[in-house]
């Protein structure tokens, strides 16, 4: 089925940003609709949002120069593809586009063709884009995780750790997973201001915001939430440490408790902390580049996995490399970062081979039907990232898993056993 039509414009994510949105049309009348979303944390070797850097609109966010280059370079040469070939089309991009990290078409604009490529696809196939990924039946849907305080710069002290996960991993159905996420969520409001003595703030990636410098405080102000609504024995929790973002270079030191500290200190930090807590994951403990710390953290961290997503941002050959040196147990699956979903998937075969894990996960800034929870169902991956429960983008994805196990009542929650480390 070729394609007829693409057409492009500007929107904007769910923080208020430019962002592209494409139509892709084939001669038969389907439609696919694709927008790439942006990170707040972005690794320095993800694919290249290109944005015009005119102040005089949206302060130098505005994306029309990807805009037209999908107009006037990509369209005219995908018109006549056949829109089922998604690698035929994909490897025409980043040909067309001709560097390491779609910096002249810009990556905001080869992948939202990609996904708008692959939606229409889908509905040539008289098929759900999951559905279409999978090629295959679905028996299950991810477990959630959520993240619930956000850290950053505050006021009176800096919170490196980027993102405070809980996990609901031995729910028995998406419903209660759900459910337990945000019974924690709200429960947590009122313990958190009980310790500050007012409201807690939110924070911009819509969870509270770090109420102490201290990893350990935090969580155990969440064990509190997770205690008083007695979900003692049936949720674990996550960390994105994002360590890339409190990273100094020069010393080759990391921010911890309001002091900089080696990658052993860090790791060493982190042994205690893993024994105090039951995680299922850690993701980006260390800088980006800082492989030999990420090898070492898989060989000391025993009760829970090592995952990358700065350090791989979902490139095959990187994920290679880091399983080769073993310096991971899987990858966070991000299809933007690294441009095309023929890319991204590539990046999720090779873990599966290699019996890695993929998490897929949506952007801080991210949009309403996001295809990352199309690749979560149709990949059949055990669980994923999602955002706190609140904001529109975000309860979006929660209800299209629930409404997926609503329709096909034989569909089950992920069972994690195999993946626990620290029962």
């Known amino acids: 089925m070729k394609i007829k039509q693409i057409l492009a414009r500007q929107l904007l994510d769910c923080k208020g940003r430019p962002m592209i949105e494409v139509d892709v049309i084939t001669e038969n009348g389907c439609i696919g609709r694709g927008s790439a979303p942006t990170g707040s944390s972005v690794g320095m070797y993800e694919a290249f949002v290109l944005r015009d850097q005119d102040d005089y609109e949206y302060h130098g966010m505005s994306v029309h120069k990807a805009i037209s280059n999908i107009i006037n370079i990509i369209a005219p040469q995908l018109i006549g593809m056949d829109v089922l070939d998604q690698k035929a089309i994909d490897y025409k991009m980043i040909q067309l586009d001709g560097t390491d990290n779609k910096r002249n078409l810009g990556g905001n604009a080869i992948y939202s063709v990609s996904i708008a490529c692959m939606r229409a696809a889908a509905k040539v196939r008289k098929q759900e884009v999951y559905q279409y990924i999978s090629q295959d039946h679905i028996t299950q849907v991810p477990v959630p995780s959520f993240n619930v305080i956000n850290g950053g710069k505050y006021d009176t002290f800096i919170q490196p750790f980027n993102e405070f996960i809980i996990m609901p991993y031995k729910a028995e159905s998406i419903f209660e997973a759900v459910e337990m996420a945000v019974n924690t969520f709200q429960e947590l409001e009122k313990v958190l201001t009980k310790y500050l003595g007012k409201k807690p703030t939110t924070a911009p990636s819509y969870g509270y915001a770090a109420p102490s410098e201290d990893p350990e405080v935090v969580f155990s102000l969440i064990q509190e939430a997770i205690d008083n609504c007695h979900y003692t024995e049936k949720m674990a929790f996550a960390l994105d440490c994002a360590s890339s973002e409190m990273y100094d270079k020069e010393t080759n030191t990391y921010l911890l408790k309001g002091h900089r500290v080696t990658s052993d200190e860090l790791l060493s930090y982190m042994k205690d902390l893993s024994e105090k807590f039951n995680f299922v994951f850690i993701e980006d403990l260390f800088d980006e580049n800082d492989w030999p710390a990420f090898v070492k953290a898989t060989k ?105 196990c609503s329709l096909n009542p034989e569909i089950k929650l992920a069972d994690l056993s195999h993946l626990i480390k620290f029962d």
């Not at 290679?320 to 699956?333: C, D, K, P, Q, S």
């Open 300 to 404: 000391t961290l025993n009760r829970c996995m090592i995952i990358g997503d700065d350090l791989i941002v979902t490139n095959s050959d990187k994920l290679e490399y880091a399983n080769t040196m073993g310096a991971v147990n899987g990858f966070i699956l991000k299809p933007n970062q690294v441009g095309t979903l023929t890319e991204a998937l590539a990046t999720y075969d090779y873990a599966k081979k290699n019996h890695l894990i993929a998490v897929p996960s949506g952007r801080s800034g991210g949009v309403i039907g996001d295809i990352a929870m199309d690749f979560a169902v149709g990949l059949q991956v055990g669980f994923i990232k999602n955002g706190a429960p609140r904001s529109g983008e975000r309860i979006d994805k929660l209800n299209y898993l629930m409404r997926i």
